[in-house]
């Protein structure tokens, strides 16, 4: 698991740094902490999380975490929550999540793409501890799906389909939580380029339409725009299932800590 808990304070284990820096944690289980953290204060009463906000203000050290949550609006219908991630004295991050209550689909039919990520044929159905598992798969790789990163370092599409160890030290992850640490590979999958990852992002956007299902989720990037130095990504998260959302990050060239897996 990213982390042990003790009295309400989060405490990171070796798994939880960040490939930039042994000094930061990583984008994925920060996010996931921030989901499970707005889930278990403020999920979900007959509630669906659809859309997941993370600020990232200055890089989360590799120290202690604790929380302050506020419930921003709760309505029949929307719910709206805070979460601060606190490290000492300062904030360093923020999650806001956005809860709606499921009801009935309006008539009509709406346009939606046709193209769809397909998931690897193998399938693990086991207790979620003890290791993670992801596969990697781009559009110029002709075997398509391997767990060897160096293999898709190239200038097409990425997608990746992952399983990830707890958030929390023997605690099963919920579906939006597993979402929330999976689906923080948007940065990752939208900004690989032929020579690494050169981009580190400073939020991260989930919209989720359903959540999913099993214990792996896949995130396909969808786009990429830059220029001097600024990027925006866009992914399409999905399950065996099919598309169930979207993942958008905004970010900032890091190029001096450029991470390549060739």
Do not use: C
């Given at each position: 698991?990213?982390?042990?808990?003790?009295?309400?304070?989060?405490?990171?284990?070796?798994?939880?740094?960040?490939?930039?820096?042994?000094?930061?944690?990583?984008g994925?289980c920060?996010?996931?902490?921030?989901?499970?953290?707005?889930?278990?204060?403020?999920?979900?009463?007959?509630?669906?999380?659809?859309?997941?906000?993370?600020?990232?203000?200055?890089p989360?050290?590799?120290?202690?975490?604790?929380?302050?949550?506020?419930?921003?609006?709760?309505?029949?219908?929307?719910?709206?929550?805070?979460?601060?991630?606190?490290?000492?004295?300062?904030?360093?991050?923020?999650?806001?999540?956005?809860?709606?209550?499921?009801?009935?689909?309006?008539?009509?039919?709406?346009w939606?793409?046709?193209?769809?990520?397909?998931?690897?044929?193998?399938?693990?159905?086991?207790?979620?501890?003890?290791?993670?598992?992801?596969?990697?798969?781009?559009?110029a790789?002709?075997?398509?799906?391997?767990?060897?990163?160096?293999?898709?370092?190239?200038?097409?599409?990425?997608?990746?389909?992952?399983?990830?160890?707890?958030?929390?030290?023997?605690?099963?992850?919920?579906?939006?939580?597993?979402?929330?640490?999976?689906?923080?590979?948007?940065?990752?999958?939208?900004?690989?380029?032929?020579?690494?990852?050169?981009?580190?992002?400073?939020?991260?956007?989930?919209?989720?339409?359903?959540?999913?299902?099993?214990?792996?989720?896949?995130?396909?990037?969808?786009?990429?725009?830059?220029?001097?130095?600024?990027?925006?990504?866009?992914?399409?998260?999905?399950?065996?299932?099919?598309?169930?959302?979207?993942?958008?990050?905004?970010c900032?060239?890091?190029?001096?800590?450029?991470?390549?897996?060739g």
């Open positions: 698991g990213y982390f042990t808990e003790s009295d309400g304070t989060y405490l990171p284990t070796k798994y939880a740094v960040s490939p930039w820096s042994s000094t930061m944690l990583a994925p920060v996010t996931g902490l921030l989901a499970r953290e707005l889930d278990k204060d403020h999920g979900p009463d007959g509630f669906v999380p659809a859309r997941l906000t993370v600020d990232l203000f200055r989360v050290q590799n120290a202690p975490v604790r929380f302050e949550t506020t419930r921003v609006r709760d309505g029949n219908r929307i719910r709206v929550a805070d979460a601060y991630l606190i490290q000492g004295d300062d904030v360093t991050a923020r999650g806001t999540v956005v809860y709606l209550r499921p009801s009935e689909q309006p008539p009509g039919t709406v939606t793409r046709d193209e769809h990520p397909t998931p690897p044929a193998e399938a693990f159905d086991g207790p979620e501890t003890g290791f993670a598992r992801t596969w990697f798969g781009s559009d790789h002709p075997e398509g799906w391997s767990q060897v990163r160096a293999e898709h370092q190239n200038a097409s599409r990425k997608r990746m389909w992952s399983r990830q160890i707890p958030v929390l030290v023997g605690e099963e992850m919920s579906p939006f939580v597993r979402t929330a640490v999976v689906g923080e590979g948007t940065s990752f999958m939208a900004n690989w380029s032929d020579e690494g990852v050169g981009f580190i992002n400073g939020d991260l956007t989930l919209t989720l339409s359903r959540l999913p299902v099993g214990t792996e989720v896949g995130v396909e990037a969808d786009h990429h725009l830059s220029a001097d130095g600024v990027a925006v990504g866009t992914s399409v998260l999905f399950d065996r299932l099919g598309p169930f959302g979207t993942g958008a990050v905004t900032l060239a890091n190029a001096r800590r450029q991470v390549n897996f």
